[in-house]
C-alpha cells in the first residue's frame, strides 16, 4: 500500500513552493499525494492557477497521513486558516511528518508545535511578529531548512533544500541520490 502524502491547498498559496518535490515523489510510484483544501472545492495559486483538490479537509483520517505538507501563503499571515488546527495537532502527536514552508512555519508557531525543536522559518521576528503565541526562540535556526522531531521547516527561499529534507524524512532516494538531485536543481551540477 502506497503511502499518503496530504498537501494542504488554499486560496493564494505559494504555488512555487511544492513545485521542485511533487513531480519526484509522483514519478517514484510508492507514495499517493492528495492534494485537499478546507471544503474540497477548486482554489487559485498565487500565481493564479486553478487547482481542483481531490478531497476536502473533513474526510481526512489523521491516522491515514504519512506526510502533511503546509505550502506558504499570505492566509497563514492573517491566521485567516484555523479549521487545520486539529489535523495538524494530530498528525504532529502521532509523530508522523509535517513540513511546513514560508509562512506555514508561523502556522505552526502559533500552534506551538516549534517551541521544543530545532526549527527555521523566514527571519526570527517576522516568526514572533506573526505568531505571537511562539515560545521557541531558543530553539530558532538561521538556516534554509531544518528537520527535527519529524517537523520540517523552511525558508521561503529555500524550495529546493525543502524538497531535500522531504525526500530524505520520507527515504525517497538513497542519500547518495537526494544529493545528486540537490546539486542539480540547485547549481546545475549532476554529480556522478
Keep these: 500500500m502506497k503511502k499518503k502524502i496530504y498537501v494542504f491547498l488554499f486560496d493564494g498559496f505559494s504555488d512555487w513552493e511544492i513545485a521542485y518535490f511533487t513531480p519526484e515523489i509522483n514519478r517514484s510510484g510508492r507514495f499517493e499525494l492528495i492534494y485537499f483544501s478546507v471544503d474540497g472545492k477548486p482554489v487559485s495559486s498565487m500565481g493564479g492557477l ?3 483538490p481531490v478531497t476536502s479537509l473533513h474526510t481526512i483520517d489523521p491516522a ?3 506526510l502533511l505538507v503546509l505550502p506558504g501563503g499570505t492566509a497563514w499571515e492573517k491566521r485567516a486558516i484555523t479549521e487545520l488546527d486539529s489535523l495538524t495537532r494530530s498528525v504532529h502527536q502521532a509523530g508522523k511528518p509535517i513540513a511546513a514552508i514560508c509562512a506555514a512555519t508561523t502556522y505552526l508557531g502559533q500552534l506551538g508545535l516549534l517551541d521544543n525543536l530545532r526549527h527555521t522559518s523566514n527571519d526570527l521576528n517576522y516568526l514572533k511578529e506573526i505568531a505571537p503565541q511562539y515560545r521557541g526562540d531558543a530553539h530558532y535556526q538561521k538556516a534554509l ?3 527535527d522531531k519529524q517537523v520540517i521547516t523552511a525558508n521561503g527561499i529555500a524550495t529546493i533544500e525543502f524538497a ?3 525526500f ?3 527515504e525517497l532516494h538513497t542519500h547518495d541520490n537526494i544529493e545528486k538531485w540537490f546539486q542539480l536543481f540547485k547549481n546545475g551540477v549532476w554529480a556522478q
Design 164 to 166: 531535500r529534507e522531504i
Design 145 to 147: 531548512a531544518v528537520t
Design 64 to 66: 491515514a497521513v504519512d
Design 50 to 52: 486553478a487547482i481542483q
Design 168 to 170: 530524505k524524512t520520507i
